[in-house]
C-alpha cells in the first residue's frame, strides 16, 4: 500500500516507520504523501489506539531531502510545499485524539525534529540526536518547530538551539525535556512496544481530550481554561470508558477499557 513508509497494526498500536535508511529518511513528496494517508487512516479507524513513529535504520528523519528539493522545479513556492506537506504531517500527529509515541532510533533534524516534536511522548534510544539544522543551510524553522520547541525548552535555549544549528544528544534531551526517556538502543524498541500496548488498553478517548484540553489551555487564561476543562469534562463523562473505570474501582476489580 505504501512505498516510502512501512505501516503496521497490531494489538491496537500503529506502527508508522519512516523507510529511506540510506538518506536517514529524509522526507520527499511522494514519503511525505504517504505519511499524510497513514495519519488519516489512524485518525479514523477506532481500532488504532496508539500511534508509533519511528524510522528505519540509523536515522529517525534528516528533514527535508535537500537533494529531490534542489531538483524541484516548477510554479510552487516552498511556503506551498509546507502548507501542503510537512504543515499537514505536524498537524495531524498533533491534534490526533489518540496518544502519539515518538520512536526516535536516531538523529531527527529540520522538519525530522518537527515531526518528533509534534509527537506526545519521546522515547529516545541513547544514540539518538536532535539537530534544528535550519540555520546550516540558511533557513528559519518550519516544520512546527518554531512553536513547538521553545515550548519545550523555553524561548532562550530555543533560540540558542536554532541560531547556532548545534546538535542535541540523548543524555542532554532527556536533562533539557527534549526526550521523556533514554533507553539504549537495542531495548529502544520494546521499551515503546511495551508502553504504546499499556497505552493502547487505557481510556482513549479520555487520552484524546486530555490532548485537547492541553492544547487549548496553552492559548487561554485560567479562567478561561477552568471553563474550557468544564465543558471538556461533560463530553467525557458520557464515555463508555468513564462508566467502567468507576464501575472497576467501585467493583474493586481491574477495568476494561474500550476506548470509547
Ligand atoms: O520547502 C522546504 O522543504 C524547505 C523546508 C525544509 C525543512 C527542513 O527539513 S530543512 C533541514 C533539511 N535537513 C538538513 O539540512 C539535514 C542534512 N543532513 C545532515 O546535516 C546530516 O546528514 C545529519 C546531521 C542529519 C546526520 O549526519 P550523519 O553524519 O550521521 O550522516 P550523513 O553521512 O551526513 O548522512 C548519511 C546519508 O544520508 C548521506 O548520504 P551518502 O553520503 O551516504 O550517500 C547524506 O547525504 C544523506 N542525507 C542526510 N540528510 C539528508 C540526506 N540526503 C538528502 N537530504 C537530507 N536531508
Known amino acids: 500500500m505504501f512505498e516510502f513508509v512501512r505501516f503496521a497494526v497490531a494489538d491496537g498500536v500503529a506502527t508508522l516507520t519512516l523507510d529511506r535508511p540510506d538518506r536517514l529518511n529524509a522526507l520527499t513528496r511522494a514519503m511525505t504523501s504517504e505519511i499524510i494517508e497513514a495519519i488519516k487512516l489512524c485518525a479514523r479507524d477506532d481500532a488504532i489506539r496508539c500511534l508509533i513513529v519511528t524510522g528505519a535504520g540509523r536515522g529517525f528523519c534528516a528533514g527535508q531531502d535537500l537533494e529531490e528539493f534542489q531538483a524541484l522545479a516548477g510554479p510552487e513556492t516552498v511556503g506551498d510545499h509546507l502548507r501542503r506537506g510537512f504543515n499537514q504531517?505536524?498537524?495531524?500527529?498533533?491534534?490526533?485524539?489518540?496518544?502519539?509515541?515518538?520512536?526516535?532510533?536516531?538523529?531527527?533534524?529540520?522538519?525530522?525534529?518537527?515531526?518528533?516534536?509534534?509527537?506526545?511522548?519521546?522515547?529516545?534510544a541513547d544514540k539518538a540526536r536532535f539537530a534544528a539544522a535550519f540555520i546550516g543551510i540558511g533557513l528559519a524553522p518550519d516544520s512546527g518547530v518554531s512553536w513547538l520547541l521553545p515550548r519545550l525548552l523555553g524561548s532562550a535555549k530555543a533560540f540558542e538551539m536554532l541560531a547556532s544549528g548545534g546538535v542535541i544528544e540523548a543524555p542532554d534531551a532527556l536533562r533539557l525535556g527534549l526526550a521523556n526517556q533514554v533507553t539504549p538502543a537495542e531495548e529502544l524498541e520494546p521499551t515503546v512496544l511495551a508502553l504504546a500496548r499499556r497505552l493502547a488498553q487505557a481510556p482513549t478517548r479520555g487520552i484524546g481530550l486530555t490532548k485537547r484540553t492541553l492544547h487549548r489551555a496553552a492559548g487561554l487564561t485560567l479562567a478561561e481554561a477552568l471553563d474550557y476543562e468544564a465543558q471538556v469534562q461533560d463530553i467525557a463523562i458520557g464515555t463508555a470508558d468513564h462508566h467502567e473505570g468507576v464501575a472497576a474501582f467501585l467493583g474493586k476489580r481491574a477495568p476494561h477499557f474500550v476506548g470509547r
Open 89 to 124: 504531517i505536524i498537524l495531524g500527529l498533533y491534534n490526533i485524539e489518540k496518544p502519539v509515541i515518538g520512536q526516535i532510533n536516531g538523529v531527527a533534524a529540520g522538519a525530522g525534529l518537527g515531526i518528533a516534536l509534534a509527537t506526545d511522548l519521546r522515547i529516545a
